[in-house]
């Protein structure tokens, strides 16, 4: 089913060909035309619905969300305790419905890292202990109990987490296009994605094509403005209505026909390693 949502954006777009199934190369960006748009799309939807890299995608790990919980907006920390050594080297992540994915853990140290990196201008907050255990998070399968290292901080009776399981490798059958649209959240049946915004344009326009597999998001610019423009570019969140929850399906990029991520590899919360 094809709708359309106005939202803000710059996409660069690009090819790609998915596998598993006849190899099969998604034409460049579709011109202003609905039919085009949808034929993209339903392109994009059949190459990722029941190929390998579906199953590899659907198979895997890959969060959705912030690795850290903090509870503070923003802050600053000073460790008080000396870091855990040996820690195991991997851990089970585990979703509702009872299947579990071994994965390889992450030292106290690199969290640590991470979790300074998170914080910045803010309160300084002590740390005082750090211990391994588990914390919920969102994930391509849905909301997931993780292996977490815990950090216990003065005047805070829960503890600080930081997601210490590795996340999958992304899809080995598709290229890894950069996609600039991310994916911040769902809730019911609306999903929530970060796009960037020009400065010299009306926006863009976005389409939604939804199967029982996958959720393909295209995007086209409106309006742009002929001439030199600035580089000004923001971050804008957009909530697209899809006529069902996304659930377990697949939040494709139309653009480039690989998954919208949360973060990117060398993020502080990447979806995929």
Not at 73 to 99: H, I, M, N, Q, Y
Not at 127 to 139: A, D, F, H, I, Q
Request: proline share 11%; charged share 15%.
């Amino acid at each position: 089913m094809l709708r359309r949502s106005f939202v803000f954006t710059l996409v660069a777009l690009t090819a790609v060909v998915c596998a598993g199934k006849p190899a099969q190369t998604l034409r460049e960006r579709p011109e202003d035309d609905p039919r085009a748009r949808a034929e993209r799309a339903r392109q994009v939807a059949d190459a990722w619905n029941g190929s390998r890299a579906a199953a590899s995608w659907g198979s895997g790990y890959h969060p959705m969300g912030e690795w850290s919980q903090l509870p503070v907006e923003t802050a600053t920390f000073a460790l008080r305790t000396a870091l855990p050594g040996a820690a195991p080297a991997s851990g089970r992540v585990t979703w509702s419905d009872g299947r579990s994915l071994t994965r390889p853990l992450l030292p106290a140290s690199t969290a640590y890292e991470a979790l300074s990196s998170v914080g910045g201008v803010g309160p300084q907050l002590a740390v005082t202990s750090m211990k391994l255990g588990t914390m919920t998070l969102p994930t391509s399968r849905g909301p997931a109990t993780v292996p977490a290292w815990l950090f216990t901080v003065d005047g805070y009776a829960t503890p600080i987490s930081r997601a210490a399981a590795v996340p999958s490798k992304f899809p080995g059958s598709l290229r890894a296009s950069p996609t600039p649209v991310r994916f911040q959240g769902s809730q019911g049946s609306t999903v929530t994605v970060v796009v960037p915004h020009g400065s010299c344009d009306d926006g863009v326009a976005v389409d939604i094509w939804e199967t029982p597999g996958s959720v393909v998001l295209t995007t086209r610019v409106v309006n742009p403005q002929p001439g030199p423009c600035t580089a000004d570019l923001a971050m804008e969140p957009v909530t697209v209505r899809l006529t069902s929850p996304l659930g377990t399906r697949a939040l494709l990029d139309a653009a480039t026909g690989v998954p919208v991520p949360y973060g990117l590899p060398g993020g502080l919360s990447p979806s995929w390693s």
